[in-house]
T-cell receptor, first 113, second 114 residues
């Protein structure tokens, strides 16, 4: 079953604008990760935030985590055309005794030059 | 160093045939994961290895799917008697260990069952 669910499913913005994507999940987690996928092939890891962290930054990326609401957001500031990709959140299930990651269906971001 | 590699990059097979997909993880990574992704969908977990052991096989869709890992390195995903619904991109990832480490993905194998 799907653990993470991204919102919106698709987002189109102008270059230079900020893009915000949200992720909701269902179970208790140890950590949440965000990945980017170009052209339907391999994924690239962006950032990992642990359950005891509330916010994390990496370059133009800012991730927040609210474990009480079981939600996370990914903010990309000053977007570029090269940011066009699908973005996925992935969570583990701390109670399941397994280290599998469960991915959402992703947000497709289009940045228009 | 080299990233995760997968072979073949594309595979077209007839329904009912068996296929083997290969994954070479990053050297030194003890954890290895298999996922599949259907068109426009998210990733579906299949199986993961810690060393040569597969503690969680719960994602394998049916008993036609099996995987093994030898020498703590290369892994092979085998699909027997392929069906059209097996058509997807099969992605492999490795990480330093399990539990809270980023996963490095290979480019995937696109499997088409005709």
């Amino acid at each position: 079953s799907q653990q993470g669910e991204e919102d919106p499913q698709a987002l189109s913005i102008q270059e230079g604008e900020n893009a915000t994507m949200n992720c909701s999940y269902k179970t208790s987690i140890n950590n949440l990760q965000w990945y980017r996928q170009n052209s339907g092939r391999g994924l690239v890891h962006l950032i990992l935030i642990r359950s005891n962290e509330r916010e994390k930054h990496s370059g133009r990326l800012r991730v927040t985590l609210d474990t009480s609401k079981k939600s996370s957001s990914l903010l990309i500031t000053a977007s570029r055309a090269a940011d066009t990709a699908s973005y996925f959140c992935a969570t583990d299930d701390s109670g399941a005794g397994s280290y599998q990651l469960t991915f959402g269906k992703g947000t497709k971001l289009s940045v228009i030059p | 160093g080299a990233g995760v590699s997968q072979s073949p990059s594309n595979k077209v097979t007839e329904k009912g045939k068996d296929v083997e997909l290969r994954c070479d993880p990053i050297s030194g990574h003890t954890a290895l994961y298999w996922y599949r992704q259907s068109l426009g969908q998210g990733l579906e977990f299949l199986i993961y290895f810690q060393g040569n052991s597969a503690p969680d096989k719960s994602g394998l869709p049916s008993d036609r799917f099996s995987a093994e890992r030898t020498g703590g390195s290369v892994s092979t995903l085998t699909i027997q008697r392929t069906q059209q619904e097996d058509s997807a991109v099969y992605l492999c990832a490795s990480s330093f260990s399990v539990g809270g480490y980023e996963q490095y993905f290979g480019p995937g194998t696109r499997l088409t069952v005709t």
